[in-house]
């Protein structure tokens, strides 16, 4: 079991960069896998990208690839999702979430331990 603590967000204007962070607070990631999803005010959560516990990276589509990267810190504590170029289409509140093992990674129902979420707000 982990506990998974998120932090960041807020408002930017479009094209500024943000970065959220989510922790395991007095334990790790390391053999976790570690997803971030989204959700619009009335969308459904979206799969945004996935750290592997191996460290590699996955991302969703075209609309955040190139624009977002996941990374992990040495440790194995932190996962960061860096946010570069914004628009206002990304609008959403941001989860990070874990799990040990995955079959459908882009599914949320696959994960185990969820943040608190952080909204994220791009203004045009």
């Known amino acids: 079991q982990v506990q998974v603590v998120q932090s960041g967000g807020g408002l930017v204007q479009a094209g500024g960069s943000l970065t959220l962070s989510c922790a395991a607070p007095?334990?790790?990631?390391?053999?976790?896998?570690v997803g971030w999803f989204r959700q619009a005010p009335g969308k459904e959560r979206e799969f945004v990208g996935l750290?592997?516990?191996?460290?590699?990276?996955?991302y969703a589509d075209d609309s955040v690839k190139g624009r977002f990267t996941i990374s992990r810190n040495n440790a194995g504590n932190t996962v960061d999702l860096q946010m570069n170029s914004l628009k206002f289409e990304d609008t959403a509140v941001y989860y990070c979430?874990?799990?040990?093992?995955?079959?459908?990674?882009?599914?949320?129902?696959?994960?185990?331990?969820w943040g608190q979420g952080t909204q994220v707000t791009v203004s045009s």
């Open positions: 007095g334990g790790s990631f390391s053999s976790y896998n």
């Open positions: 979430a874990a799990a040990r093992r995955l079959r459908r990674f882009y599914e949320a129902i696959e994960y185990l331990y």
């Open positions: 750290s592997w516990s191996d460290g590699t990276s996955a």
